[in-house]
C-alpha cells in the first residue's frame, strides 16, 4: 500500500543497520542495509523498471490486466515471478509489481552484504540475520500500528505484503484497512493480498477471506484488519 505521508515506514525503521532512500517515479524505497548500497540499489531499480517497461510496451495487455495472463519463458525473470504470483493468486501481474520490485532488489544487494530490508511502498522483502519486529498500518483503524509481527532469522527471507482499501491509491474491490501477507516470495504475498483483500467488504467476510487465502500455495500467515476487527491464519508469532 502507498500512503503519501510515509507514516507506515516507522513500522519498518531499524538502527542497526545502515538507511538509505532511492526513487525513481512510482518506485520509493526504503532501504536498511549492512552499509550505505544506494548507487547499487539505484542501479538495480533502473534494470528492473527498464525490463519491465519494455516488456509492457510489448505486451500492453499485462499492464491492465485485473486476471492471470499466460506464462512466457521468453519474458525477464521478474516479469516471469509476478506472472507466476499473479497466476498462484488468481488476479492480474501488476498486482504483484511492487513486492516483486522490493524483492530483485533486495536480491542484488545480497550480493554485496548479508543483512537487507527494502520496503516498497509498504510492501516488504527482508533477509537478515537478526529477530525483526514489523507493526502492520492499517489507516485509521484503532488496531494501526498495535499489531506487531515477530520475524525470527529462521523465516527469512520473507517477503511482508499489505494490500488496503482505506489507505493510498492501489486498487481494491474490498474494504479493509489491512491485508497483511506472508511468503517467502514478495511477489505472491503481494499478489496474494490483493486477491484477498477484495473478499473483505465487511467485518464478517474476515474468516471466509482468511479460508481463500490458506488454500494458495506459498503462503505463511495472514492478517486482516478492518475497524475494530482482526482476524489471522497461519504461522504467525505476535509480539506482545
Known amino acids: 500500500m502507498i500512503y503519501k505521508e510515509r507514516t507506515y515506514r516507522n513500522s519498518v525503521a531499524v538502527h542497526d543497520l545502515v538507511s538509505f532512500y532511492v526513487s525513481i517515479r512510482e518506485t520509493d524505497l526504503y532501504i536498511a542495509a549492512d552499509q550505505d548500497l544506494s548507487e547499487l540499489a539505484l542501479a538495480s531499480v533502473i534494470k528492473h523498471r527498464n525490463y519491465l517497461e519494455s516488456y509492457i510496451q510489448r505486451h500492453p495487455t499485462f499492464l491492465r490486466s485485473l486476471v492471470p495472463v499466460p506464462e512466457d ?25 511492487a513486492g516483486a520490485i522490493a524483492q530483485f532488489v533486495s536480491n542484488d544487494l545480497l550480493c554485496h552484504c548479508e543483512n537487507v530490508i527494502v520496503e516498497n511502498g509498504g510492501d516488504i522483502f527482508m533477509k537478515t540475520y537478526t529477530e525483526r519486529r514489523v507493526s502492520i498500518f492499517a489507516g485509521e483503524s484503532p488496531l494501526s500500528q498495535k499489531v506487531v509481527l515477530r520475524i525470527t532469522p529462521s523465516e527469512m527471507p520473507l517477503g511482508i505484503c499489505t494490500s488496503s ?40 467476510d474476515i474468516k ?29 508469532q505476535f509480539c506482545d
Open 73 to 97: 519463458q521468453f519474458a525477464p525473470v521478474m516479469v516471469r515471478d509476478m506472472i507466476e504470483a499473479g497466476i498462484g493468486a488468481q488476479v492480474g501481474p501488476m498486482a504483484a509489481v
Open 165 to 204: 482499501a482505506t489507505v493510498g491509491p492501489s486498487l481494491s474491490f474490498g474494504r479493509a484497512d489491512a491485508v497483511c501477507v506472508l511468503s517467502q516470495s514478495a511477489s505472491l504475498a503481494d499478489a496474494a493480498a490483493s486477491r484477498i483483500g477484495n473478499q473483505v467488504k465487511k467485518p464478517g
Open 208 to 236: 471466509k477471506a482468511l479460508n481463500l487465502g490458506s488454500k494458495i500455495p506459498g503462503l505463511i500467515g495472514i492478517v486482516i484488519i478492518m475497524g475494530k476487527t482482526m482476524g489471522a491464519w497461519g504461522n504467525i
